[in-house]
């Protein structure tokens, strides 16, 4: 009896040296007495209990309840649908013949679903027989005890151990769980992108007086703007290979540095070909930098919640670029161009070592339990190059389906028009002599007033997006941009401008969050990284194509007919991923109806 109450010591000591480091005292104490008595009533103690509740859920604020996230692994949850929810709860019920026909699950339900599912768990990663003795199996009955209560305490709003839950309310929790954010987590890299943005911003209104001092025709400003494109579309697929295998965090730390090295580079810039080389270094770095940011977001999100979960990060980017450019126009206008972009380089640093202190990894790991040690044997990692085999092979059947095909293809055509108009021609319109001559403080009050609408309308265009759907969501952003686009050359008047601005900003705000939420949807945790990837890749070639072509349009025919050609390419795109994705849904619709 002493040897396995000292044998399964031995194992939780192991995993409070990973957990609770700090709770050193406590569980030497605990140990003490159980070595003292030599009991196999210690084993099943409320000591213990108590101690492996604090640890096992994942660091959730209250050890009696299960964190979130480990509730859904357990369940199984993929899509969160109503249906879904209602199949987990069935299955939780069958697990007990019940003589008394309780309708609904009780703590005991719990408590034998758990004893199998973590079988389950286990058998994915790790060889059952590994861990089948005598010592693993009265751990397993202990720990599946445990988190049979924790997972109660969530589940069970009553609160009491001998009352029983209904279908329907299990599935109102689960959904209100999963509706809510995790704004603790979510808090830190919303502050990362509000300095991140305010960066970006400052350097928007010193960009075409960049343009006017080295020299470059529409043309070659077209190339240089979609030399950041070209970095990123090549820096996607290692991108998400790197994040995945490294980790979150240590991307959106360190690709700052590539980032600041090709903004700080652009004040040294004397030609097209220097200038074209910072762009590239610029975009390697936001490739990393944009990779790591939106899976942290996918592992703090589930489907029900995604949309609103971008919206405050998105929403911490707009308004950094709403101060930016008004400290950027200033900035150019008293102190000169290049210390502007000297200014944001170091400012790149700074933003670096913040989230080197605030972040925390985030990224999805195998389930352990505490007879697993210190870690969970597991295969081999991959090395590097099968890696990257692995993940363009996952691009095949990733473009087979036929929702990511289309939500790549109009990603594709947004990012050409959206390249082609605001990132290529609107800086040129608003500084043209000939036309609206607006100074750097001018062009950073406008994308300060596009960011402003940007920041309001984020969380209640994302909670709309939601609600009522990613696809109504992506054509009706993309309808108000490419309306605004439309009307733009016609614009004379100060409020003309404003109201065109403020529409077209409103249709920026749907399509920050709803592309990314519509794809993350469509696909299991080991596809994402690859899927989002692959819909960053299609909008970095829109991007390539769109800043060239129109650049090259521009500078053959005028600004205003190259404004208005994107217009109608990206109304034209909008239509038809409408019609595509009407036909599909009835399509899917009657598939599903029993012949």
Not at 45 to 53: A, D, E, M, Q, V
Not at 254 to 268: F, R
Request: proline share 4%; hydrophobic share 40%; aromatic share 8%.
């Amino acid at each position: 009896m002493w040897r396995l109450q000292n044998t399964i010591g031995i194992n939780f000591h192991r995993l409070f040296h990973m957990e609770r480091n700090q709770d050193r005292w406590a569980y030497s104490s605990f140990l003490r007495k159980c070595t003292r008595r030599r009991t196999r009533r210690c084993l099943s103690s409320s000591t213990k209990s108590s101690w492996l509740s604090s640890i096992a859920g994942g660091g959730g604020e209250n050890p009696d309840k299960i964190d979130a996230k480990r509730l859904y692994r357990y369940l199984g949850l993929e899509t969160f649908k109503k249906d879904e929810i209602q199949q987990k709860f069935q299955l939780i019920e069958n697990t007990v013949e019940d003589e008394k026909a309780t309708q609904g699950i009780t703590l005991a339900h719990l408590e034998t679903f758990l004893s199998k599912r973590i079988d389950v768990i286990e058998d994915e990663h790790v060889r059952i027989s590994q861990y089948d003795d005598e010592e693993t199996s009265a751990m397993k009955a202990l720990f599946s005890k445990s988190e049979a209560k924790r997972c109660w305490n969530l589940l069970n709003k009553n609160g009491t151990d001998g009352n029983v839950l209904r279908e329907n309310e299990f599935v109102k929790v689960v959904e209100e769980t999963a509706r809510s954010l995790d704004r603790k987590r979510a808090l830190p890299l919303t502050l990362s992108m509000l300095l991140v943005g305010s960066s970006v911003g400052v350097v928007t209104p010193a960009m075409p007086f960049v343009v006017q001092n080295i020299g470059l025709t529409a043309g070659e400003y077209g190339l240089v703007v979609s030399a950041f494109a070209l970095a990123k579309m090549t820096g996607n697929i290692p991108s998400a290979v790197l994040v995945e295998r490294h980790g979150r965090k240590p991307y959106l730390v360190y690709t700052m540095a590539m980032i600041a090295v090709g903004v700080g580079g652009i004040g040294l810039a004397s030609s097209f070909e220097q200038l074209y080389l910072c762009r590239l270094f610029t975009g390697l770095g936001v490739a990393g930098y944009s990779t790591a940011a939106t899976m942290t977001v996918t592992d703090i999100s589930t489907p029900l919640n995604r949309a609103s979960t971008f919206a405050p990060i998105m929403s911490a980017f707009a308004a950094g670029t709403a101060m930016g450019p008004a400290i950027g126009g200033l900035s150019c206008d008293y102190i000169g161009i290049n210390p502007t972009f000297y200014a944001v380089g170091v400012s790149y640093i700074g933003v670096a070592a913040i989230n080197h202190l605030l972040l925390k990894e985030t990224i999805p790991t195998h389930m352990s339990f505490p007879w697993h040690g210190k870690s969970v044997p597991t295969t081999p990692d991959p090395t590097i190059r099968e890696s990257f085999q692995s993940a363009l092979g996952q691009w095949v059947p990733l473009l087979s389906q036929k929702p990511i095909r289309n939500v790549c293809i109009m990603n594709g055509f947004y990012w050409i028009a959206l390249a082609g108009s605001q990132m290529t021609l609107l800086p040129l319109i608003l500084t043209n002599s000939d036309g609206l001559a607006m100074t750097a403080t001018n062009v950073g009050q406008v994308y300060m007033g596009m960011s402003v609408v940007q920041v309001l309308g984020n969380p209640v265009l994302a909670n709309l997006v939601d609600r009522i759907g990613k696809v109504p969501g992506i054509v009706g952003g993309c309808t108000l941009i490419s309306s605004a686009m439309a009307v733009l050359p016609l614009c004379t008047e100060t409020y003309q401008l404003a109201a065109i601005f403020g529409i077209w900003a409103t249709g920026s705000s749907l399509l920050s969050t709803a592309p990314l939420a519509f794809i993350s949807d469509l696909v299991d945790d080991a596809n994402r990284a690859q899927a989002i990837a692959l819909l960053r890749t299609s909008g970095d070639v829109g991007f390539l194509i769109g800043a060239s072509s129109v650049g090259a349009l521009a500078s053959l025919t005028s600004l205003d007919l190259a404004m208005q050609s994107s217009s109608g390419l990206l109304l034209t795109a909008t239509g038809w991923f409408a019609v595509r994705n009407m036909l599909n849904s009835k399509l899917d619709d009657q598939k599903s109806r029993p012949s």
